[in-house]
């Protein structure tokens, strides 16, 4: 698809000057099913070689290096993100999207906010990369001169802990944090299992936008996120290369719940 895009932008838009890649974070330890095995050390730094592995990312790296050849002065960027905090509802990788469902039917049966992670993941420090300064980021090097065909890592520029943003969640949902208990972990994806009843009644009682639970709930993700602490990365080379912007993942966290809410998503 990478590959028929450029095929057809390339030759047919005489002003293009500038393509970026978004790729992510698998860049440094490949797929999910290989996380934590060939993965490099973190921090995870753009300066690390490919690991000797097939990777998708590398692959349309490939092909953008091979087709910005094609027009005299076309340049290209590549993104990074790690673990993306944004609003795309029905995206499958969408966490605040998926913990706002859960929450939902935590408030709606009673029950307090269980955490479905493992202990690194609660009380180790992860990062993460909002939606907003990804765009942000992608402008920027397509018109600053000094990020012209290089690879960027983009995250917040801070680090937290899950069980702080856990009980930010629950405050959220008017909800109780049940206490961390690793010898109870259970996945998310066995606790959501039978509950697509549960939000059809959800939707229709706070008149929410239509949506099934297997829609808007990506719970294989969120258990992959929080099955362990998170691979962390820097973002000395953006500074150096003259980005300075960052987000704030706390307060970050909270917008894009209200802006669900606003939106009609979630109650």
């Not at 000057?17 to 999910?32: D, E, M, N, V, W």
Request: proline fraction near 5%; aromatic fraction near 12%.
């Amino acid at each position: 698809m990478f590959q028929n895009v450029l095929d057809a932008i390339i030759p047919n838009c005489p002003t293009l000057s500038h393509i970026c890649l978004q790729t992510g974070r698998k860049h440094y330890h490949g797929s999910f099913e290989l996380f934590g095995i060939v993965a490099h050390d973190t921090p995870h730094h753009e300066g690390l070689p490919r690991l000797p592995i097939p990777n998708f990312y590398y692959t349309l790296e490939d092909i953008l290096f091979e087709e910005v050849k094609k027009k005299e002065g076309l340049t290209w960027s590549v993104h990074r993100p790690g673990l993306i905090f944004g609003f795309s509802p029905y995206s499958s990788m969408n966490i605040i999207a998926s913990l706002c469902v859960y929450a939902a039917i935590c408030k709606h049966e009673g029950l307090p906010l269980r955490f479905p992670g493992s202990k690194s993941a609660w009380d180790g420090y992860s990062d993460c990369s909002d939606a907003d300064l990804i765009a942000e980021h992608q402008i920027w090097a397509s018109v600053d001169p000094n990020a012209k065909n290089e690879a960027f890592d983009v995250s917040n520029g801070d680090v937290f802990k899950w069980k702080h943003l856990w009980k930010i969640l629950a405050e959220e949902f008017e909800l109780e944090v049940e206490e961390f208990h690793e010898r109870k972990k259970c996945t998310l994806e066995e606790m959501m299992k039978d509950k697509g009843q549960i939000w059809d009644e959800i939707v229709k009682e706070n008149g929410l936008v239509a949506s099934k639970l297997e829609e808007i709930g990506g719970w294989w993700f969120v258990d992959i996120a929080l099955g362990g602490e998170g691979p962390l990365d820097t973002m000395n080379k953006s500074k150096e290369h003259g980005f300075l912007g960052f987000r704030n993942t706390k307060n970050a966290f909270i917008s894009w719940i209200y802006k669900l809410k606003a939106y009609k998503i979630v109650p």
